[in-house]
Nanobody
Framework: QVQLVESGGGLVQAGGSLRLSCAAS????????MGWFRQAPGKEREFVAC????????TYADSVKGRYTISRDNAKNTVYLQMNSLKPEDTAVYYC???????????????????WGQGTRVTVSS
């Protein structure tokens, strides 16, 4: 059974940092695009960042560019999201996602990802 388990969320003051982790199990995703999405209260789920299978290509939403960094450790089947200079508007549940296909293209659309985690909550206070 494939599972994506996020961790690292919590409460942080504006300007602070958090590092989210997403540990995958059940199959290897070392050849798959992985990504992060978020959903704020009352809003639709939105793309945050994604990373190619060897980490050579990354894509970010404009709202997080320059503040967030996505990375991966294929040996650990884990993807990370380093979030710096957090703002209250970053408050959301953050979801990890993985493409089921090997060697797939970078695609920021939610429908490109077949596997999803349960989410980890990030709250940024002002």
């Amino acid at each position: 059974q494939v599972q994506l388990v996020e961790s690292g969320g919590g409460l942080v003051q504006a300007g602070g940092s958090l590092r989210l982790s997403c540990a995958a199990s059940g199959r290897t995703f070392s050849r798959s695009v992985m990504g992060w999405f978020r959903q704020a209260p009352g809003k639709e789920r939105e793309f945050v960042a994604c990373i190619s299978w060897i980490g050579g290509t990354t894509t970010y939403a404009d709202s997080v560019k320059g503040r967030y960094t996505i990375s991966r450790d294929n040996a650990k089947n884990t993807v990370y999201l380093q979030m710096n200079s957090l703002k209250p508007e970053d408050t959301a549940v953050y979801y990890c996602a993985a493409d089921a296909d090997d060697w797939g293209p970078i695609d920021a659309r939610a429908r490109a990802f077949e596997y999803w985690g349960q989410g980890t909550r990030v709250t940024v206070s002002s």
